[in-house]
Antibody
Framework: EVQLEESGGGLVQPGGSLRLSCAAS????????IHWVRQAPGKGLVWVSR????????RYADSVKGRFTISRDNAKNTVYLQMNSLRVEDTAVYYC????????????WGQGALVTVSS | DIQMTQSPSSLSASVGDRVTITCRASQSITNSLNWYQQKPGKAPRLVIY???NLESGVPSRFSGSGSGTDFTLTLSSLQAEDLATYYC?????FGQGTKLEIK
């Protein structure tokens, strides 16, 4: 079964760090771009970041630029989102999703990982 | 940056009704527009891609149309299981969502 699974979510204090993982099963991650999309409680979907197939090109939403870093280890079939200097407003469910490149749809999504930033 | 505006933000309809949700881009995006369904407590699911193409496994009562700046998602005969929030998306931008409720 084709699947993406996020892990690494949890409760962290403002200013803290967390690393999310997105593991693929049933397909080879190295043939897809991977995106992170988040959803604050009761709110809509917001794109966060994406990484190309070989990891050489990354992009970030302005709200997380300089604080979050996306990376991938194709040998481990996993993409990561390192989140530093976390703020209360980063509290959200974080989804990873795959597409086949520029202007293609997000065709497969993980179930999401909850990140709560609170003192 | 291109902005995506959906309307309405919510709507209530009865089983069997025809339902239409619109999405407008702030500038032409040709047909680069996707629609997602998100049921309560679940991850989003792709339903329509490239404006009018039905994703595999999605019921045929879903359809999409439009090009340029104006797009439409239509449910030809609403079913109870269609209760969800629907989002349009272009590139890195999602619409604000349309919450569909069943009367």
């Amino acid at each position: 079964e084709v699947q993406l699974e996020e892990s690494g979510g949890g409760l962290v204090q403002p200013g803290g760090s967390l690393r999310l993982s997105c593991a693929a099963s049933g397909f080879t991650l190295s043939t897809y771009w991977i995106h992170w999309v988040r959803q604050a409680p009761g709110k809509g979907l917001v794109w966060v970041s994406r990484i190309t197939i070989d990891g050489t090109n990354t992009r970030y939403a302005d709200s997380v630029k300089g604080r979050f870093t996306i990376s991938r280890d194709n040998a481990k079939n996993t993409v990561y989102l390192q989140m530093n200097s976390l703020r209360v407003e980063d509290t959200a469910v974080y989804y990873c999703a795959r597409d086949k490149g520029y202007a293609t749809p997000l065709e497969c999504w993980g179930q999401g990982a909850l990140v709560t930033v609170s003192s | 940056d291109i902005q995506m505006t959906q309307s309405p933000s919510s709507l209530s309809a009865s089983v069997g009704d025809r339902v239409t949700i619109t999405c407008r881009a702030s500038q032409s995006i040709t047909n680069s527009l996707n629609w997602y369904q998100q049921k309560p407590g679940k991850a989003p699911r792709l339903v329509i891609y490239a404006a009018s193409n039905l994703e595999s496994g999605v019921p045929s009562r879903f359809s999409g149309s439009g090009s340029g700046t104006d797009f439409t998602l239509t449910l030809s005969s609403l079913q109870a299981e269609d209760l969800a929030t629907y989002y349009c998306q272009h590139g890195d931008t999602f619409g604000q969502g349309t919450k569909l409720e069943i009367k």
